[in-house]
């Protein structure tokens, strides 16, 4: 058995960033198995999405963008290949044509993570992804959540179909999977099909803070209230890259203005240490849509953010 520490990624002061086959932040490749603390995992998965897809392609492009990703986390000092066995443990196998079989197999990849006893983080494909993970980790107890949306994905269903990117969140209050009022959504923004779109989340006690709100109440504000919102018990992280301004992630299926910008996003996770958070994903992730590359350096350094808050909660949790 490895020890805490022991699956060291590759160093680029040693191994050059472009050599050897990709990883998330040049992390070992490594069997799901009981000595992995943190499974790193990609869900190449865009069957959800109701506009542009690509995101199925979300997970490659973040491999790559990560080889910049370092050990230390240059404002925490969190160096999180120290405190823990982090390791990529590949994609979640899906269906290239099928939205509900793709997420049972997903479902299924993830209760092998659970059932090893490692704590998912993972990187979307579109944000039906979140379901089928959180059936497969918290039907013992409901999470709490903290989501970065430019919308609630709080429909009922979306053209007749209840499984998609834009109800994953109110299936997973439905199922006891998520307890709405430990529950919070920060970006909301997008224009809206109707005057209930976000009816449902006000209904179950979701914490909805609109942009508008965000900016009134401030940077430090928000994150007392989330804090507050999110409490004591266990989470889970969800962050659609839309959540964020187009100008910072461009690469993403459904872009809407004026949303959280890359700085205030990187706070925001270094100021929830001590969060018990116990997964988390970055969904909506989409290569055709950004030539740049930059969307995803960006959501690669987002990762290692969550990467610091899984691996500081699990080495106290052991």
Not at 88 to 95: I, K, L
Not at 175 to 201: F, K, S
Not at 287 to 304: I, Y
């Amino acid at each position: 058995m490895s020890g805490p520490g022991d699956f060291k990624p590759f160093d680029s002061g040693v191994t050059p960033r472009y050599q050897e086959p990709a990883t998330f932040m040049r992390s070992r490749r490594h069997a799901i198995g009981p000595d992995v603390d943190i499974a790193l995992a990609g869900v190449p998965f865009d069957l959800g999405a109701t506009y542009r897809p690509g995101a199925r392609h979300g997970p490659a492009a973040t491999r790559e963008a990560s080889r910049l990703i370092r050990a230390v986390n240059p404002a925490t000092k969190v160096a999180p290949f120290r405190l823990c066995n982090i390791a990529d443990v590949g994609d979640a196998p899906t269906h290239p044509l099928k939205v509900e079989e793709s997420c049972d197999m997903i479902q299924d990849f993830y209760e092998e993570i659970h059932a090893a006893g490692a704590w998912p983080l993972s990187v979307g494909g579109d944000h039906t992804v979140p379901l089928p993970i959180l059936r497969a980790i918290a039907r013992d107890r409901p999470l709490g959540l903290f989501h970065v949306d430019a919308h609630a994905d709080t429909f009922d269903e979306f053209m007749g179909a209840t499984i998609n990117h834009a109800t994953f969140l109110r299936r997973a209050v439905e199922e006891g999977l998520v307890d709405p009022r430990r529950t919070v959504q920060v970006g909301l923004r997008g224009t809206r099909y109707g005057d209930d779109d976000i009816g449902y989340g006000a209904d179950v006690g979701i914490a909805m803070v609109p942009m508008d709100d965000y900016e009134t109440m401030g940077r430090d504000a928000f994150i007392r209230f989330a804090l507050d919102v999110i409490g004591d018990g266990p989470c889970y992280l969800t962050i659609d890259i839309d959540g964020l301004d187009p100008r910072d992630c461009p690469g993403t299926g459904v872009p809407e203005p004026g949303g959280i910008s890359m700085r205030d996003m990187q706070v925001i996770l270094r100021s929830f240490r001590g969060v018990e958070a116990v997964g988390g994903d970055i969904c909506e992730v989409s290569p055709p849509h950004d030539p740049t590359g930059m969307t995803f350096v960006n959501v690669a350094n987002l990762m290692f953010e969550m990467a610091c808050l899984m691996a500081e909660n699990r080495s106290k949790a052991s």
